[in-house]
């Protein structure tokens, strides 16, 4: 079943604000995350990705952050444009060998 | 491009009948995979290969078969569709760092979405 969840379905934002997309993790064991994003008819576009040994890590208007004491895991996009209207969702390898395990997504919709 | 490409990107077809999705990959990955993403978007992990090995294979039906006739390339047989099997279906491929599988960071292709009439 899903280890990975999200505590939001959707987010809706003004163009121009920092949005803060949330996931929560139930596996402590989990060593790696990762960020996608899905635009309508498309495949998911990887975002950014973090190991467990990190707690932060930062990419153009994107940046990640892990706190493993609450297993929490949360996606910040700074300015946010019309562009970045989808589905992101968050997925996590449990230990070497195994898939990726995706969450639910959330639907972030961007107005102008 | 460097992609991962599938087709078709749509299929329609009645209970019963067989199908097959393609899909290719020209990044030079090892592991390739079969993703479903049912109707809420819940995207789960189907199939994985390795240099054309089965890896992974997470209590799929037996209809559901793949194939594998080169690391570039992964396809996926169903017999016997359902309606059930309605979805979308995603291929993706990651890279490994030598025989080590990553299991990271995979690259999709567009998906192709599956109605069974």
């Known amino acids: 079943g899903e280890s990975v969840g999200l505590h939001l379905p959707t987010l809706s934002v003004q163009e121009g604000d920092n949005s803060i997309i949330n996931c929560a993790y139930s596996n402590s064991a989990s060593d790696y995350f990762i960020w996608y994003k899905q635009e309508s008819g498309k495949g998911p576009q990887f975002i950014i990705d973090i190991r467990s040994n990190m707690d932060k890590r930062q990419g153009q208007r994107v940046t990640v952050l892990l706190n493993k004491t609450v297993k929490h895991l949360s996606l910040q996009i700074a300015a946010t444009q019309p562009g970045d209207s989808a589905v992101y969702f968050c997925?996590?390898?449990?230990?070497?060998?195994?898939?990726?395990?995706f969450g639910k997504g959330t639907t972030l919709s961007v107005s102008s | 491009d460097t992609a991962v490409s599938q087709t078709p990107k749509y299929l329609v077809t009645q209970m019963g009948n067989d199908k097959s999705i393609k899909c290719e990959q020209n990044?030079?990955?090892?592991?390739m995979y079969w993703y479903k993403q049912d109707s809420k978007k819940f995207l789960k992990i189907m199939f994985s290969y390795n240099n054309k090995e089965l890896i992974i294979n997470e209590t799929v039906p037996n209809r559901f078969s793949p194939k594998s006739p080169d690391k570039a390339h992964l396809n996926l047989h169903i017999n016997s569709l359902e309606l059930g099997d309605s979805a979308v279906y995603f291929c993706?491929?990651?890279?490994?760092?030598?025989?080590?599988?990553?299991?990271?960071?995979?690259?999709f292709g567009s998906g192709t979405q599956l109605s069974v009439l």
């Open positions: 997925a996590e390898k449990v230990e070497a060998g195994t898939a990726l395990i």
């Open positions: 993706a491929s990651s890279p490994t760092k030598g025989p080590i599988l990553l299991n990271e960071k995979l690259f």
């Open positions: 990044l030079g990955h090892d592991t």
